[in-house]
Nanobody, 122 residues
Framework: QVRLVESGGGRVQPGGSLRLSCVAS????????MTWYRQIPGNERVSIAT???????VNTLALKDRFTISGDTAEKTVYLQMNDLKPEDSGVYYC????????????????WGQGTQVTVSS
């Protein structure tokens, strides 16, 4: 069983900052990538940024001037630093991980955290 736990969400005023953390645990051989997603009310869940096992970073949402992903898949940890937050950033932020296992393919898969709420409001 693989478990992803996000933390760091909360309420912040516009212009403020938050740092989200996600830690993976359980039966993990290795993690190929970890991604932050967000779901704004009334919208689909969308990818924000990904960090790979090779250390590459892919920013899939045009927020890289305010949001920065970091972490280490070998440490099973990923962070999302969010600066200059805006009310439209409010939503639930999810951590996603692709777990691989060359010797036990039935243990591979995509896993999600339960999400952490971010509310940006004055």
């Amino acid at each position: 069983q693989v478990r992803l736990v996000e933390s760091g969400g909360g309420r912040v005023q516009p212009g403020g900052s938050l740092r989200l953390s996600c830690v993976a645990s359980g039966d993990i051989y290795s993690i190929d990538s970890m991604t932050w997603y967000r779901q704004i009310p009334g919208n689909e869940r969308v990818s924000i940024a990904t960090i790979t096992s090779g250390g590459s970073i892919v920013n899939t949402l045009a927020l890289k001037d305010r949001f920065t992903i970091s972490g280490d898949t070998a440490e099973k940890t990923v962070y999302l630093q969010m600066n200059d937050l805006k009310p439209e950033d409010s939503g639930v932020y999810y951590c996603n991980a692709f777990v691989s296992n060359p010797t036990a393919p039935w243990k591979r898969g995509e896993f999600w955290g339960q999400g952490t709420q971010v509310t940006v409001s004055s």
